[in-house]
């Protein structure tokens, strides 16, 4: 299957406005709709540009298709009742990007600008893919977050923009402790991002950089010869 080749670079600036922008806007309101359509939209791309394989697209594609559908459905009823299988399915389909993109970098054969950008997509979607599941937390078990939460229609114990904030926070471990998560399944999951946001720096840095060895030293041999 020919690959739709997007660079990484644009995909991850992408990534980084739609961070900014999902504190602008009202996930009630039809600007939040266009919100969730732009990062689908992103994630997709970031998908296809990567994915060699129709099984990954199609997925991704049925996982996105009721994402969107959902979301506007709520948009338009004020039903909140399919926003728990919106999250799951972003949930899924946030880490599927993401695998794809680790993949890519843990199996490349050297070090450019586009495996860089890979490895800094990926820390950007596992962010967002977390983001979902505290949300998807909160909405099943209230009061499941303690401390300076904003609340919302939609999402009456903790809203997108605080889980994206305590999400970023807990990735980094800065960890200001102005969010806590007081739940049992919202700590194990804070706990797994941790350790994620602890090793991924350290594996990737270390392939990207033996890797990088690697090449000079096959090049140098090249050389020699």
Request: glycine content about 6%.
């Amino acid at each position: 299957m020919p690959r739709y080749r997007v660079s990484s670079a644009r995909l991850f600036y992408a990534l980084l406005v739609g961070l900014v922008l999902a504190a602008l806007q009202d996930p009630a309101g039809w600007t939040g709709v266009a919100f969730r359509f732009y990062m689908i939209g992103v994630l997709m791309e970031a998908l296809v540009s990567v994915s060699s394989g129709v099984r990954h697209l199609r997925i991704a594609a049925v996982l996105a298709l009721v994402c969107l559908v959902s979301n506007v459905y709520v948009t338009a009823t004020a039903d909140t009742r399919p926003l728990p299988v919106a999250l799951f399915c972003l949930i899924v389909f946030s880490f599927q990007v993401a695998g794809v993109h680790i993949h890519k970098v843990m199996f490349s054969r050297r070090v450019t600008g586009e495996t860089i950008y890979s490895a800094l997509t990926a820390y950007l979607v596992v962010a967002l893919g977390f983001t979902a599941s505290y949300l998807l937390v909160a909405l099943q078990f209230p009061n499941a977050f303690v401390g300076q939460l904003h609340a919302h229609r939609l999402f009456p114990n903790a809203s997108p923009g605080d889980m994206i904030y305590f999400s970023i926070a807990t990735l980094t471990t800065a960890g200001f402790g102005d969010i806590s998560p007081v739940d049992p399944i919202c700590r194990m999951v804070a706990s797994v991002e941790m350790l994620f946001g602890t090793l991924y720096p350290t594996v990737i840095l270390a392939r990207l950089v033996g890797l990088h060895g690697a090449t000079l030293t096959a090049e140098s041999d090249l050389l020699d010869f």
